[in-house]
């Protein structure tokens, strides 16, 4: 059972245009959300996250969105480059369990 | 340093050869991962130390076994693997103990190839 699903395998995007990612997760118990960024043969590179206790975090370009009722997230580029062509992981961890729980990832390209 | 280094980048090694992998960090980070990830799959957690001590075993077999020499060192022992196990073995550390600090930070990872 997926507790964290990333539905779009892949999306592309115009460079300079917005990038939506999104994210559901099933388990009421998570209370923080992570965004990583992959690039091929590189590990995971930590992006933005967000506590249960927030509906929204920006960090420059990304600003991650949090719609606890509807146990869903999402990540915005603004505009989108072609170095953000990466795959992109959502994760979700429920208090004292610490552990990261990621979704398959969705693999954004940005068309120049 | 901010970062999380691993070597070797690449492993090839047959299914009788006992081999290593290592993970260095010198953040003073406080929890220390093994993960596993195969191609267009996300990470799977294998291991957990926090503060030095062994915290979670996610069921992994026997064949991997890890060690944690210091609060900056985390290996990973290898022997008698499959070629099923060939993957991306990622290591990554956070900076309070298990549980405390979710943000990880991952290393670049060891390509390993069992043939």
């Known amino acids: 059972d997926q507790q964290v699903k990333q539905n779009s395998p892949s999306l592309s995007v115009q460079e300079g245009r917005i990038s939506i990612l999104n994210c559901d997760y099933t388990?009421?118990?998570?209370?923080?959300f992570l965004w990583y960024k992959k690039y091929p043969a590189e590990g995971p590179t930590f992006l933005i996250s967000?506590?249960?206790?927030?509906d929204k975090n920006e960090d420059g370009r990304f600003t991650v969105f949090l719609n606890k009722s509807a146990k869903h997230l999402s990540l915005h580029i603004v505009p989108s480059q072609p170095g953000d062509s990466a795959v992109y992981f959502c994760?979700?961890?429920?208090?004292?369990?610490?552990?990261?729980?990621f979704g398959k990832g969705t693999k954004l390209s940005v068309k120049p | 340093d901010t970062e999380v280094t691993q070597t070797p980048k690449h492993l090839v090694m047959g299914m009788t050869n006992k081999k290593s992998l290592k993970c260095e960090q010198h953040?003073?980070?406080?929890?220390m991962y093994w993960y596993k990830q195969k191609a267009k799959k996300p990470p799977e957690l294998m291991f957990v130390?926090?503060?030095?001590?062994?915290?979670i075993n996610e069921s992994v077999p026997s064949r991997f076994s890890p060690e944690c020499p210091n609060s900056s060192l985390l290996n990973l022992h290898l022997h008698a693997l499959q070629p099923e196990d060939s993957a991306l073995y990622l290591c990554?550390?956070?900076?309070?103990?298990?549980?405390?600090?979710?943000?990880?930070?991952f290393g670049p990872g060891t390509r390993l190839t069992v043939l």
């Open positions: 990554a550390s956070s900076q309070g103990g298990w549980g405390v600090d979710y943000e990880q930070f």
């Open positions: 388990n009421s118990m998570f209370d923080y």
């Open positions: 967000i506590s249960s206790i927030k």
């Open positions: 994760a979700a961890s429920a208090g004292s369990q610490g552990n990261l729980i």
């Open positions: 953040m003073g980070h406080r929890a």
């Open positions: 130390y926090s503060y030095e001590k062994l915290s």
